[in-house]
């Protein structure tokens, strides 16, 4: 079965400073890999997704995720963080060949970033 | 926004109440989500509606009842619930395409319903 981790339950980092959400995986076969962000009272909104080819994906609002295949891990980085970028980041994994379905979600990770 | 849109967005019933969410999509997608989300877990994949086959997850009660009336339209049927049931309920929508092997697609989703059972 795939699983998602996502180590830490809080991040807390200073305004400007580089920023850095863990996510580690477990799946059958390559991965198709994703990171959503909630903001309070809102649903999740799509950041970015690796699927193949270069390993450093960019995604929206200048967040970026490396994608390490032997680790097994696709964290999200971004390097100077915001007040605004202060939210619940989920990461999301399924296999390659495989349909919707089959989507999971790790447990999130409250960013917060202080001025 | 993400295309996908939710009402009502709060919702307070009793155990006895019966009442739907409404989930419409406007991006053209073939695919609908229910997922139930609650604090501190990852999010619960309740129901899909993929290529016009449902999808159902076993471990849903009776009283979740969802209704895919068309590609663009996705309802979850509440009756008899119990407050642990209390939740963000999350609907999304993607577009699947059947080339090769890959059959998955980025899910957008809806800004949610809280419910609260008393």
């Known amino acids: 079965a795939q699983s998602v981790a996502q180590p830490e339950d809080q991040v807390n980092v200073a305004e400007g400073n580089p920023l850095t959400v863990k996510c580690t995986y477990s799946?059958?076969?390559?991965?198709?890999l994703f990171w959503y962000v909630q903001y309070p009272n809102r649903g999740l909104q799509f950041l970015l997704k690796y699927i193949t080819g270069d390993n450093l994906v960019k995604g929206s609002y200048g967040f970026e995720a490396e994608f390490n295949k032997s680790q097994t891990s696709f964290h999200l980085k971004k390097p100077s963080a915001l007040v605004s970028d202060s939210a619940l980041y989920f990461c999301?994994?399924?296999?390659?060949?495989?349909?919707?379905?089959?989507?999971?979600f790790g447990s999130g990770t409250q960013l917060t970033v202080l001025p | 926004e993400t295309g996908v849109t939710q009402t009502p967005r709060h919702l307070v019933m009793g155990m006895t109440n019966k009442k739907s969410l409404k989930c419409e999509q406007h991006l053209g997608h073939n695919a609908m989500y229910w997922y139930k989300q609650s604090a501190k877990k990852p999010l619960e994949l309740m129901f899909v509606y993929s290529l016009e086959e449902r999808v159902e997850n076993n471990s849903v009660p009776s009283r979740f009842s969802p209704e895919c009336p068309n590609s663009s339209h996705l309802f979850l049927h509440l009756h008899t619930l119990q407050p642990e049931d209390s939740a963000l309920y999350l609907c999304?929508?993607?577009?699947?395409?059947?080339?090769?092997?890959?059959?998955?697609?980025?899910?957008?989703f809806g800004p949610g319903t809280r419910l609260l059972v008393l």
């Open positions: 799946v059958s076969g390559n991965p198709y």
């Open positions: 999304a929508s993607s577009q699947e395409w059947r080339t090769g092997t890959a059959l998955q697609e980025t899910q957008y």
């Open positions: 999301a994994v399924s296999p390659l060949s495989g349909s919707a379905r089959q989507l999971t």
